[in-house]
């Protein structure tokens, strides 16, 4: 009978079992010793134990009584559920918050849908129209000929005296479908737009989170990641933002979409105090919204603000996000064996003369001057070619003569000085002192990004959003157009900058396509080069582009940190009339210039 007793290291499944004892009710019994009741609870061997098991092999082992670790299981089991029931109110919100987006999702599915349908239709009946005009047009013109040469014959058989003998009509019916174009129209006709962007991993940087001035614009960057934290790379997320003061007062600001995954709220706050702004992605705060904002009367009484190294506002963070190659590569110390070639660099950041906050554009002319296109600071900026500051003109503002996010700028032959005017979506002409004289592409232009001029004098407008080169008169006409949203020969994904070669060939940046493209003063595609990646000859969203007096055209490689002549953050690019380089660099609020050996 011992030999089938269950061994000490048996599970409590085979050592105890429930039973009906007279007078006792339903007891735990121990399976080891028959009729006999567990009280006590081994600590060591996890098990319920009778007073003869604590005689025999449990002897010298902790326990307690079995009443006591009941309590305590039931205690800890109680705490479980109530902690469950207190998550439920989130638990409940959360539920319906993914039932409320399923719900949307199937909503704007059904409205694209619909919307696809109802356009589409449209089109064929625009086409169905189109196709019975020209079959009316080749009846009615048909039947003109046919009735002259009808005529003809009759006359001639009756042998009328003095009837001319040649015919009076010819035989030409030509159809001329023009296709091509509207194909590659129907091709590219829609897009799906969406992103994967959610509020808990999308960070916000930028000193105007913390702290900003009365009456100065403030600006912060929000960079998109989705759920896994990685850097969304596309734009047209539902971004809102708000500074609300504890007076009721708000600020004026708007949203700028960079379209590559990062946004920044810019805004100017009338009074001091203390603001809540509020920074949201599809109605849900991101990561540490809403900040606390302090404003004050001048930038001597905004005292720095001490942010641990991970938030939100650090300055760590911000220049990880402002990086921009770190939105499409992975970021790496790079050895800079050309820097011995600097010959200087210009600027801080700042707002007064030779300071700079997001210094974008580059132009340089032949009178021996550098003009930096200062796009947070609502101006150009005019230095010599070694650097000394000349003058800076331009006024934040929405009005022709003002500018809002100047990015792109250039020097036309006559010495006017053309100016991309990305947020007032037109190209601005100042005279080379910096007076107004006009405006063009206004209602044309979604996003003007850089500007050159060719050979004739000819203003080339790089637009960013839509995608397209426009080619102006001075005067505004337009002479022809060309390029559109995608990843073909003659297609752009946000181009950014042009330049003019010798031979009047427009080089253009593609910036998402990690190439550049050459086309003639027609718009017609020549070539194009580079992939994307980190060697000889790729790029990594590629900026701004120049060409030297032999044709070589050096290339700002963003992403990659570099352009042969390697600058972090560059931007803008030109050379000298004394042959060097000249690179914006965002990131450190300055512009370079550099030693080039043709």
Known sequence: MEAQQASPDSSSE??????????????LICCQHKGKVSVLYCLACENSVCEDCMNGEHAEHPTDSLENIVDQQLA????????????????????????????QLNSQRSSIEEDIHSSFSELYKTLDTRKSVLLMELEVTYGLKQKVCAQKIQLTIVCIQGLPLQPEENDQLDLRMEIEGLRKSIHNLGTIVTTNAVASQTEASGEGLEQCVVGQPATTTRATRDKSGGLCKTGNAIISAEADGRDGSVADGEIVDHKNGTYEFQYTVKKEGHFSLALRLYDQHIKGSPFQLKVTSSPDDSSPTTTAANSPGSRSRQKGVRRGGSLFSTPKKRVNPIEDDLIFRIGTKGRNKGEFTNLQGVAACSEGKILIADSNNQCVQIFSNTGEFQSRFGVRGRLPGQLQRPTGVAVHPNGDIIIADYDNKWVSIFSSEGKYKAKLGSGRLMGPKGVSVDQNGHVIVVDNKACTVFIFQPSGKLVTKFGSRGNGDRQFAGPHFAAVNNNNEIIITDFHNHSVKVFNADGEFLLKFGSNGEGNGQFNAPTGVAVDVNGNIIVADWGNSRIQVTSPYPQGLALTSDGHVVVADSGNHCFKVYRYLQ
């Open 14 to 27: 085979e050592c105890t079992v429930l039973e009906a004892l007279p007078g006792k009710g339903t007891a």
């Open 76 to 103: 800890a089991l109680q705490d479980r559920v109530d902690s469950a029931k207190n998550r439920l109110p989130q638990i409940r919100r959360a539920v319906q918050s993914l039932r409320d987006i399923l719900q």
